[in-house]
């Protein structure tokens, strides 16, 4: 069966600006996660997404946001971007949420840079 | 909040040689996982442990999960250059919290 997809792959934006990002879960797959990953801080949990609810979410600004829809491809928005937020985000996909230790399928991520 | 700790950050070995990183977490964690992320990809699951003191094996990879449950350990044994990669052990921020907590991973870097 088809993987996790993200897009876009790459995105370049400037200081100020919004970015959207989707991702396409794994047929099935009822919860989506959202991680930033950065050489500095590593693996970055944002948020979890279950059924259309935000279940879990990390300790990042409220100008991270995210949403999933009922066919359970899910987005994630970064409003007013900052240079900080120049990052890899990933989207992974599971069965039930991951922190009961269910595989999550990652994405290839959408590669973010804000000049 | 709950930490997970991963030594060493670094690691290079020579080709044959055996590997080992381990995760140390703050608090007891109810399952560990671990994931492989190879250069220029993204995260792999490679297993996921829950009872203490286990311990399980995937040909040269042996996991083992610590008999608190605080902590973790990956070895390989015999490295092979396909094993070039970031590897991260990851759990739930405390005993039935709801976020996952990664790591900062260790790097293994291989000379053939």
């Known amino acids: 069966k088809a993987g996790v997809t993200q897009t876009p792959r790459y995105l370049i934006k400037t200081r100020g600006q919004q970015v959207t990002l989707s991702c396409s879960p794994i047929?099935?797959?009822?919860?989506v996660s959202w991680y930033q990953q950065t050489p500095g801080q590593g693996l970055q949990f944002l948020f979890e997404?279950?059924?259309?609810?935000?279940?879990n979410k990390g300790n990042f600004p409220g100008r991270f946001s995210g949403r999933q829809f009922s066919n359970s491809r899910s987005e994630m928005n970064v409003s007013t971007l900052e240079l900080g937020d120049s990052a890899l985000y990933l989207c992974a996909s599971s069965w039930e949420s991951p922190r009961d230790g269910n595989e999550q399928f990652f994405g290839p991520g959408t590669r973010l840079t804000v000049l | 909040g709950q930490q997970v700790m991963q030594i060493p950050q670094y690691q290079h070995v020579q080709e044959g040689e055996d590997f080992t990183t381990y995760c140390n977490s703050s608090?007891?964690?109810?399952?560990i996982q671990w994931y492989k992320q190879r250069p220029g990809g993204h995260p792999v699951f490679l297993i996921q442990?829950?009872?203490?003191?286990e311990v399980k094996k995937q040909k040269r990879l042996t996991f083992q999960f610590g008999e608190a449950k605080k902590n973790s350990s990956l070895h390989i044994t015999a490295t092979q250059t396909t094993d070039v990669g970031t590897y991260f052990c990851a759990g739930p921020n405390g005993w039935g919290a709801q976020k996952l907590v990664f790591g900062q991973g260790t790097r293994l870097t291989i000379n053939p």
């Open positions: 442990l829950v009872k203490s003191g």
């Open positions: 997404y279950f059924s259309e609810t935000q279940r």
């Open positions: 608090t007891t964690l109810s399952n």
């Open positions: 047929s099935g797959h009822r919860s």
